[in-house]
């Protein structure tokens, strides 16, 4: 099953985001862009753990509700929401109401903000650290892509060491791959470099 898919425009890109114009601008765009900041990774952590069991077409309709409903991804602000606020958000519609989700949310905003406080730059440091080597074979079908690599599981320890919640092996990869810690645009792709 082929993993490059040519679009209505003429482009070749990856299969998964088809020709729904907002997931092509996230593929044309972010996905695979290298990104740095405790704060920027912090976003795409917890929208990594809200995916987790969904589409993430289904999260990135819903961006702006969370960026709005987690203040802007402050991990100082949302260190200190308390019950009033787990409420409301369990009552947002514009984000996933997952209470699990949500109260790791706040959970992980805590460390990120103590991680910023006496350790800047570390959550950063700490994912890039994961990044592979580079990837042997060329992705050309769809089963070439994992869902785990043994950096992502490594990944997903270190964060759980630290105390990180909702952050499996998958969601780390997941999120390496977001954030351009590994490239994984299929062989063909036009934003592959």
């Given at each position: 099953?082929?993993?490059?898919?040519?679009?209505?425009?003429?482009?070749?890109?990856?299969?998964?985001?088809?020709?729904?114009?907002?997931?092509?601008?996230?593929?044309?765009?972010?996905?695979?862009?290298?990104?740095?900041?405790?704060?920027?990774?912090?976003?795409?952590?917890?929208?990594?753990?809200?995916?987790?069991?969904?589409?993430?077409?289904?999260?990135?309709?819903?961006?702006?509700?969370?960026?709005?409903?987690?203040?802007?991804?402050?991990?100082?602000?949302?260190?200190?929401?308390?019950?009033?606020?787990?409420?409301?958000?369990?009552?947002?519609?514009?984000?996933?109401?997952?209470?699990?989700?949500?109260?790791?949310?706040?959970?992980?905003?805590?460390?990120?903000?103590?991680?910023?406080?006496?350790?800047?730059?570390?959550?950063?440091?700490?994912v890039w650290s994961h990044a592979p080597a580079g990837r042997q074979?060329?992705?050309?079908?769809?089963?070439?892509?994992?869902?785990?690599?043994?950096?992502?599981?490594?990944?997903?320890?270190?964060?759980?060491?630290?105390?990180?919640?909702?952050?499996?092996?998958?969601?780390?990869?997941?999120?390496?791959?977001?954030?351009?810690?590994?490239?994984?645009?299929?062989?063909?792709?036009?934003?592959?470099?």
């Open positions: 099953m082929t993993a490059l898919r040519v679009g209505s425009d003429g482009i070749g890109r990856c299969w998964w985001c088809g020709d729904d114009p907002l997931y092509v601008k996230y593929h044309d765009t972010e996905w695979g862009v290298p990104v740095h900041g405790d704060r920027e990774m912090f976003e795409r952590l917890v929208l990594e753990a809200f995916q987790s069991g969904l589409s993430w077409i289904t999260i990135l309709r819903r961006r702006d509700g969370f960026r709005a409903a987690f203040a802007n991804f402050d991990p100082h602000v949302i260190a200190g929401f308390g019950p009033a606020d787990r409420a409301r958000l369990m009552n947002d519609t514009g984000i996933i109401r997952n209470a699990a989700k949500i109260d790791a949310t706040i959970h992980n905003a805590a460390l990120v903000a103590n991680m910023i406080d006496t350790e800047p730059g570390a959550l950063d440091a700490l074979k060329p992705i050309r079908d769809r089963d070439d892509v994992p869902a785990v690599t043994p950096e992502s599981v490594a990944l997903a320890k270190a964060l759980k060491k630290r105390g990180f919640k909702f952050v499996g092996p998958t969601t780390a990869y997941a999120h390496m791959q977001a954030v351009g810690v590994v490239n994984d645009h299929v062989d063909g792709c036009a934003f592959r470099n």
